[in-house]
């Protein structure tokens, strides 16, 4: 017994060791055929380094290569870059040596001598592999997914799903067998499809992958078949798509290894048409290999499923699997049994289904199969078992990747923490309630910014400085603003290390994603039911209320949908605005728990790892530029001054540029996220240590920009945003590519003509950009070869646009490639189609993916010439460029350069309306002026303004309609008539409400002066009378007078609007401001003073150079004036500034007053003569700045002239000013009254106060006269002609030797002849004042004083010979001294003088108090007030001499010596001077006067 037991224990023992020992070696062929596919592939699948995404999507040189075909080291690499370029053929890769080898060994047998039975001959055994065997294609995929980091296989899922290829949902691992479940890389997968509803009405739904709520079919195997489940399904859910790779594929093979066990997920999305399969998203699933082996999968799929499909070849009680059928059938689930080896079919029950698949078609099989499958969803029992794909996470035996990974699980839990603070908060409120920096306020400071680098007109410096206290204010309240917890906690977790940071970022970008989809995807669908509701109103031409009601809700989901847009990116905005307002008031914000200098550090870090930083925030339209540039600061500090090739996109909205740039790439820039995202973003892309020495930089940074004319965005996008973006781009990218949807391009023609111009008028900004054209769903595959003409007309349209840009502006540019870098061979590209057939289950087009391949490699192939730019030099380039931006607001208005120009001319021609209206207006005035002073109106009405302006009115409608109507370019002037006409409207009322003001302002202030003046006698009069009876002193009756003036003064100030100062600078640019808005705002900014510049080469652009002396020059100096030109233009300046010192004369403003219409007439004569000259044959092209400069320069040059003149006018017609200048007259008459003096005593002693000044005026005249006459005779310089006073003028300078002042000679002669004049009449006054001056002074003053008392005593007698009254007496009196003074009857108009009847005392008061008044006039006369009446002297002595020819030679500067101004023939000189007097050497010897 003994015995037996022990035998038995043995056996058992023997048993286990067998068992042990079987199962070991099960296990080592189970880790051996594992570890097989890895070591082919060159693969460590157990090594902890895994591949990396950076690893994937750097520039390497492999990755430029389209590959067919690779070596087995080099598949991976291979099926990477084909997925990343969403090329579904990553699953078709040949590989070189078992090619060579399959060929090397048929060559073999057929050259075998053996002669053997060929039913002895077989081929290789299915069940053994060797080294020929291809590696199957799923083995690849699923060998690089097990060797993938977690953001690796979350983006090879990404792009699985992108190729509508079956996604990895259970997966074995292929050395231990523990089941696992990806869900990480599920969590970025969109899923959109349309349904119809009862009502046939179509629903779009959007919902993430992992979230959506589906049926599921679920499809499985017993046993091996000779029917392919695989290629089955495929034909359910896209027959022309490889969805499941089956053993039919192209490049599939016989083995697989790493496949058997996993569970693949794809869904079937409808489009909502009547040929959709299925009317509603179904999720199915397909487990791989015998589902006998994969037991604990298909329990999972079985009870997650809403249908079950096996495949089995029939069924059969004795069946092994006949249990699991056989539970299956007892469940209340459908079951649809597909059997290989019978031919029937048929519905056993409600639940049960069975198909024959035995010699039948698989098309017929397939519509069977989908019909009952459709049977089965439709039943209570299948909709009451919905499938999400997160709900596989519930059973316990099986891993969850996100719970296994310790980072990715804190990083979740971050996250989480974060969005709870979300939590009953309503989507449209988050950013208002937690990112209070932007929106409103910044924005606020936007516009703020913009209008300080865009003043209109002349900004006071008071409302500069008040919009920069607004400025300030408004990063005050963003600096005080409440830090919320939610960005303080955010911060924390983006201030942890490594990996940590990368899973928070992605979990919260998911999180988001998942917060805001639900409520995002209503929103667009009420904004689609509006929208739609607004096109049936409009084409029903319905104007009533519900129209409008329907623009105002659309307009409100449009604000909502804008509120609701909530992403990673409007976090990092926050945080750049955090630090740009902590950094303006230099102080950390209240609630911070780091210092905020360290806040770009976090986004430097974010760039590293990959993610895009915004660069452009699109709400506002601006580019924070302050936290960019501190971004990029740190970028530098971390990576080094690394040099990058800067790539841009650029297109119109769902042009596909993001799918373009993801492709190309391997990037994740959202294409249909539900929202859009505004303004640019850029990325930066590593290139591999190899490619660094032979490209010649380190990184690509990727600018990617939002859709250019998004409709939806039409209330806030504005073509000035969109030409503003689009020149930011271009001009920071070294190449931009230009995306175009199909073969019309253009909308972006236009947008680049904005661009071109935009950059010809950044004179300060140094750009070098290229571009590339690309032309996407182009279906033919030769459009490249039959669109020729289609190229050759591109670039003459840009070419043809560039040229009239050039001219606008004043450059030299002919093509478009002189301004933006463009060879219409190489640079126009063409793309297929991206989808190869219908979405949403089309796959993408792989002709699509090699294009983008061959576009990679080509962009590749340029960036090697341009060499990029250092990170400092992009840093220094978006600030420049965004500065000129800011400063440009003319172009981006427009459409393209056409337009530009039509505008242009209708500046033009608006001026010439304007003038012709103020020029109008402006004699108008004058006549009126002249009726008020001769007392003939006394009061001026607006209409009476607008009859007398109505006849120029009438005409400059006229011209505006005929211009608007027969212009060439009327189709596009005719959307600015009616803003013209409005502001012509405007203009006229302005100026007419403006002159009738001034007009009557002049009749009143004539009214007071005369009203006040007669006040003020009887008042100072009553005052004399109350003070003559008592004895009062000289002292005491001065004090009362004073206390007795100051009051009447005082009141007469506060009842009289005084006449405003004039400031004719601000003017001119008011109004050149108003009428050419075309002028660059830095223009306005950068004015020279034209009479000190060295030379005029930075006003001109030179001309097409023909001459060979000019291409001698040229090819020297570059863009140089010769001497002639140089001389020629300040010609134009002298004769410029000569004939408005002219016209200034005429405008008589100390007599008329200041009109505005004074500039004008100035700002027009100046711009018609540059006009002239510029059609003469001159050699160069002044630009705009020249005619600013020089309109500038000669006004700021007579301002005082103009100012002097004015005050003039003020201190004659303003009461107050009039009135104090008359405190010493009445304070005489004050004194006789007290005196108790005759009223002819008293009006004698008024004649003589007034008759001083007259006195003083004609006395200087008359003497500056005799001293001009005097100088002739005696000054050696002025005693000739000019020719003599040039010699004593270069005499002077010999002496001097003032290299300066010897310039300013030889460029500006008559301004230094008129300088010199004035100086020697100076000296000659100081030096002869008491010998020759003062002598002739009394002697014009004496003669004066005996000719007044002539015409007294003259008067006298008349008046008594026809027994006349005082009025007579003063008119005789006034009229005899008309010849020699400026002295009339109206001098009395405000003194009341009705009771004089004396004339005799009369005569006698003035003959006595006229010396004393004489006396007065004698005393004050010295050297200093008599410069003041200099310029009597100088202009007489001026008109003399400088009254001639001024042109000079254009190579010595030699001045022609004819003395009569445009005199006929030739210029002469008696001598030239020697060449190097006029700066630059010429070898010729060239001669343009006669000597």
Excluded at 81 to 108: C, F, G, P, S, V
Excluded at 123 to 138: A, K, M, Q, V
Excluded at 1330 to 1357: F, G, R
Aim: with cysteine.
């Amino acid at each position: 017994m003994s015995n037996n037991k022990d035998l038995t224990n043995g056996t058992v023992e023997n048993d286990f060791l067998h068992d042990t020992r079987l199962e070991q070696d099960n296990r080592k062929e189970i880790n051996e055929k594992a570890a097989y596919p890895f070591d082919r592939l060159h693969l460590e699948a157990k090594s902890h380094s895994k591949i990396k995404v950076s690893d994937v999507i750097q520039i390497t040189a492999h990755s430029l290569q389209s590959h067919e075909s690779c070596a087995e080291e080099e598949l991976v690499q291979t099926f990477l870059q084909k997925l990343l370029i969403m090329n579904y053929r990553a699953r078709n890769i040949q590989t070189k040596e078992t090619n060579e080898q399959h060929y090397t060994q048929q060559r073999d047998n057929d050259s075998s001598e053996d002669e053997g039975d060929i039913f002895n001959n077989r081929c290789c055994s299915g069940l053994s592999f060797t080294s020929f065997d291809t590696i199957h294609p799923l083995d690849v995929q699923m060998a690089v997914f097990h060797c993938a980091d977690s953001f690796l296989k979350q983006l090879m899922v990404t792009k699985l799903s992108q190729c509508q290829f079956a996604l990895p949902l259970l997966v074995p691992h292929p050395f231990t067998q523990e089941i696992q479940f990806p869900l990480w890389t599920f969590r970025q997968i969109n899923k959109s499809w349309k349904i119809r509803n009862t009502d046939n009405d179509i629903y779009s739904r959007d919902q993430l992958g992992y979230k959506a709520k589906t049926p599921m079919v679920f499809f499985f195997r017993f046993g091996s078949l000779s029917s392919s489940k695989s290629q089955l399904m495929n034909s359910l859910i896209n027959e022309r798509h490889n969805t499941f790779l089956h053993r039919n594929c192209p490049g599939s093979s016989r083995t697989r290894l790493l496949v058997d066990g996993v569970v693949e997920i794809a869904w079937y999305c409808p489009s909502g048409k009547s040929t959709d399969k299925f009317t509603d998203c179904v999720a199915f699933c397909n487990l791989h290999g015998d589902a006998g082996v994969s037991e604990k999968q298909l329990q999972i799929l079985t009870e997650l499923s809403s249908v079950n499909v096996v495949l089995l070849p029939q069924l059969d009680k004795n069946d092994k699997h006949a249990t699991k059928i056989q539970s299956l059938y007892r469940d209340k689930k459908p079951l649809i049994c597909l059997l290989t080896e019978e031919e029937s079919a048929g519905k056993l029950n409600k639940r049960m289904y069975k198909i024959g698949l035995k010699d039948r078609n698989i098309s017929d099989v397939s519509e069977e199969l989908r019909r009952a499958i459709n049977e089965c969803l439709s039943s209570s029992e299948s909709k009451s078992t919905m499938f999400k794909v997160e709900d596989v996470r519930k059973y316990s035996d099986i891993r969850v990747d996100e719970e296994d990974d310790e980072d990715c699980r804190r990083g979740r839990e971050a996250a989480q923490q974060v969005m709870s603070l979300l939590k009953n908060k309503h989507l449209t409120e988050i950013k208002e309630s937690f990112l209070p920096c932007q929106g409103k306020l910044w924005q606020q400071w936007c516009q703020k910014n913009k209008e300080l680098h865009r003043p209109q007109g002349d900004e006071l410096e008071q409302i500069i400085s008040s919009k920069q206290t607004e400025m300030k204010n408004i990063r005050e309240r963003q600096h005080k603003s409440h830090t919320s917890e939610f960005i303080r906690t955010l911060i924390t977790q983006m201030n942890s290390e490594g990996s940590d940071r990368m899973f928070f970022l992605k979990w919260l970008r998911i999180l988001l994603d998942e917060f805001t989809s639900a409520d995002l995807s209503t929103l667009h669908y009420n904004y689609d039911q509006k929208w739609s509701k607004g096109l049936n109103l409009r084409e029903k031409n319905d104007t009533s209320e519900l129209l409008k009601d329907a623009q105002t809700e659309l307009e409100g989901i449009s604000t909502e949908l804008q509120a609701a847009t909530f992403g990673l990116e409007h976090i990092m905005r926050e945080i750049g605005q955090i630090y740009e307002s902590c950094s303006c008031v230099n102080k950390n914000k209240q609630g911070l728990q780091l210092h905020f200098s360290s806040l770009p550090s976090l986004a430097a870090d974010m760039m590293i790892s990959g993610f895009p930083l915004e660069l452009m925030d699109g709400d506002a339209a601006h580019v924070p530029l302050m936290w960019v540039s501190a971004v990029l600061d740190r970028l530098i500090h971390k990576l080094g001054d690394q040099r990058v090739f800067v790539l841009s996109v650029l297109g119109i909205q769902s042009s596909g540029k993001s799918t373009m740039l993801n492709a190309m790439f391997g990037l994740e820039f959202a294409v249909s996220a539900g929202r859009c995202t505004r303004g640019a973003f850029m990325q930066l892309l590593k290139v591999s240590e190899k490619m660094k020495h032979q490209l010649k930089f380190d990184y690509i940074l990727v600018v990617d920009t939002e859709g250019l004319r998004a409709l939806e965005l039409a209330g806030r996008s504005t073509r000035q945003h969109d030409n503003e973006l689009a020149t930011f781009v271009v001009g920071l990218g070294n190449l931009t590519l230009i995306n175009i949807f199909g073969e019309n391009s253009s909308e972006m023609q236009d947008i680049l003509q904005i661009v071109v111009q935009a950059f010809l008028r950044m004179k300060k900004v140094k750009l070098n950009p290229s571009c590339m054209f690309v032309h996407q769903n182009v279906s033919d595959v030769t459009a490249g070869e039959k669109n020729m003409e289609g190229r050759r007309r591109l670039q003459e349209t840009l070419d043809e646009m560039t040229k009239l840009a050039a001219k606008e502006e004043v450059c030299v540019e002919e093509r478009f490639s002189d301004v933006i870098a463009f060879d219409v061979r190489d640079d126009v590209k063409y793309f297929a189609q991206l989808w190869e057939g219908s979405p949403p289950m089309a796959p993408p087009n792989p002709n699509y993916c090699e294009n983008v391949q061959d576009l990679k490699k080509t962009i590749i192939s340029q960036t090697s010439k341009s060499g990029g730019m250092m990170l400092t030099h992009l840093k220094d380039r978006i600030k420049d460029l965004w500065e000129a931006l800011l400063n440009e607001q003319f172009v981006f208005s427009f459409r393209n350069s056409l337009e530009i120009s039509a505008y242009r001319k209708l500046e033009t021609e608006y001026s010439k309306w304007t003038w012709s209206l103020r020029s109008a207006l402006f004699e108008i005035e004058n006549n009126l002026q002249n009726k008020i002073e001769s007392e003939a109106i006394n009061g001026v009405e607006e209409r009476d303004l607008q009859r007398e302006l109505k006849g120029k009115s009438e005409e400059v409608k006229k011209s505006m309609a005929e211009f608007f109507e027969k212009d060439p370019d009327k189709d596009i002037l005719i959307q600015w008539k009616e803003s013209f006409e409005i502001k012509i409207k405007e203009l006229q009322e302005s100026i007419i409400t403006k002159t009738k003001k001034k007009l009557n302002e002049i009749l009143q202030q004539k009214y007071l002066k005369t009203q006040h003046e007669n006040t003020l006698f009887e008042k100072s009069k009553k005052l004399a009378l109350k003070h003559k009876d008592k004895k009062s002193d000289e002292e005491t009756l001065k004090r009362e007078f004073d206390l007795f003036w100051e009051e009447c003064v005082k009141t007469i100030s506060t009842n009289t609007c005084p006449i405003k100062d004039i400031d004719i600078l601000r003017d001119v640019k008011d109004l050149l401001s108003d009428i050419y808005k075309s002028v660059p705002v830095q223009t306005w900014k950068d004015i020279k003073d034209i009479f000190t510049v060295q030379s005029y080469v930075d006003y001109v652009q030179l001309k097409k150079s023909s001459g060979i002396m000019n291409k001698t020059v040229n090819a020297l100096f570059g863009n140089s004036l010769s001497k002639e030109d140089e001389a020629q233009i300040k010609t134009l300046i002298s004769d410029v500034v000569h004939q408005t010192d002219k016209m200034i004369e005429t405008f008589n403003i100390s007599r008329l007053g200041y009109n505005i219409s004074c500039i004008q007439q100035i700002t027009d004569y100046i711009k018609a003569t540059i006009i002239e000259h510029q059609e003469k044959p001159v050699k160069y092209l002044l630009k705009g700045e020249f005619y600013v400069d020089l309109v500038f320069s000669i006004l700021k040059r007579v301002n005082k002239t103009f100012t002097d003149q004015h005050r003039m006018f003020m201190e004659a017609n303003d009461p107050v000013i009039y009135l104090k200048n008359k405190r010493e007259e009445y304070y005489s008459i004050f004194q006789k009254y007290c005196q108790r003096a005759t009223s002819a005593n008293i009006f004698g002693e008024i004649i003589c106060q007034k008759l001083k000044g007259p006195i003083e005026q004609s006395a200087y005249r008359n003497t500056a006269r005799n001293v001009a006459d005097e100088m002739r005779s005696n000054c050696p310089s002025l005693n000739g002609n000019r020719s003599n006073l040039e010699k004593h003028i270069l005499k002077k300078l010999a002496n001097e030797e003032d290299f300066n002042k010897y310039m300013d000679y030889v460029r500006n002669p008559r301004e230094h002849f008129k300088d010199f004049i004035r100086n020697q009449v100076s000296q000659y006054i100081r030096d002869q004042f008491s010998i020759s001056v003062q002598p002739k002074m009394k002697q014009n003053i004496e003669v004066l004083q005996q000719k007044i008392i002539t015409a007294a005593h003259d008067s006298t007698e008349r008046v008594q010979v026809n027994k006349g009254g005082v009025d007579l007496w003063l008119k005789l009196f006034t009229q005899k001294l008309s010849d020699v003074l400026i002295f009339s009857v109206k001098f009395f108009s405000g003194v009341k003088h009705d009771d004089v009847d004396d004339f005799k005392l009369l005569e006698e008061v003035i003959r006595k108090k006229l010396p004393s008044k004489i006396s007065d006039i004698s005393g004050k006369f010295s050297p200093d007030p008599f410069m003041n009446f200099s310029n009597r002297v100088h202009k007489i002595l001026i008109d003399h001499f400088c009254q001639c020819c001024w042109v000079q030679c254009p190579f010595c500067s030699a001045i022609c010596t004819n003395t009569v101004e445009n005199h006929p023939g030739d210029h002469s000189v008696p001598f030239h001077r020697v060449n190097v007097s006029n700066g630059l050497y010429y070898g010729q010897d060239l001669t343009a006067c006669t000597t």
